[in-house]
């Protein structure tokens, strides 16, 4: 059973670079044929896809974010990073740890839903 | 980017009720569309992928239905444990992956 836990620093400054990690158990964040990623949510808001990485694969990024963010993979210690740079108030979310299943699509092995799910961590950034 | 609008934003049901959500992508997702639910201090569960199977666990209360471009999640026989917030996501080509704005289900 894959399991994944979220820590990170639950209160920081705007302006200041959000730092998140992702401890992996129950499964391998080398496989190739896995994918991981994060996820967030806003107070009241819904679910934003932040971007997903898989040791075989270019990582991906939303549009929305890609210029701010970064994943990155320490696979010595099974564990997936997050950095987002210059952080705003609107940055505050509940940040999830995701598995993001790989599956055959119209030919093609890609990622598919989100399968596994940490409990998530909440980061507050104050101005 | 593909926009998923989900309806209704709220839904109230009592314990037992049979509730219908739907969700709408703004392109043929074909049948490449999961369901998810959200309770405060859990971590998010997913219910469905590929628009009508089960995740392993799931109650078969939970049935979800449509192709292309609308969706539905039916819950029949309402369960305390299922007043949640919904959000279903498609999964095309590769991303950017986006969600529904969720329904809660509410008492």
């Known amino acids: 059973q894959v399991q994944l836990h979220e820590s990170g620093p639950g209160l920081m400054k705007a302006s200041e670079t959000l730092s998140l990690t992702c401890t992996v158990s129950?499964?391998?964040?080398?496989?190739?044929?896995?994918?991981w990623g994060w996820i967030r949510q806003p107070p009241g808001k819904g679910l934003e896809w932040i971007g997903t990485a898989s040791s075989g694969e270019t990582t991906r990024y939303n549009p929305s974010l890609s210029r701010r963010v970064t994943i990155s993979m320490d696979t010595s210690n099974n564990q997936l990073s997050l950095r987002l740079t210059s952080a705003t108030v609107g940055d505050s979310a509940i940040y999830y740890c995701v598995r993001h299943r790989g599956a055959y699509i119209s030919g093609f092995y890609n990622p598919s839903f989100f399968d596994y799910w940490g409990q998530g961590t909440l980061v507050t950034v104050s101005s | 980017e593909v926009v998923m609008t989900q309806s209704p934003a709220t839904l109230s049901a009592s314990p037992g009720e049979t509730v219908t959500l739907s969700c709408r992508a703004s392109q043929s997702v074909g049948r490449n569309l999961a369901w998810y639910q959200l309770t405060p201090g859990q971590a998010p569960r997913p219910l469905m992928y590929g628009a009508s199977t089960r995740v392993t666990d799931v109650p078969a209360r939970f049935s979800g239905s449509g192709a292309g471009t609308d969706f539905t999640l039916t819950i029949s026989s309402l369960q305390p444990e299922d007043f949640a917030v919904y959000f279903c996501q498609h999964y095309i080509n590769r991303g950017p992956w986006t969600f529904g704005q969720g329904t809660r289900v509410e008492i």
């Open positions: 129950g499964g391998s964040i080398n496989d190739e044929n896995d994918y």
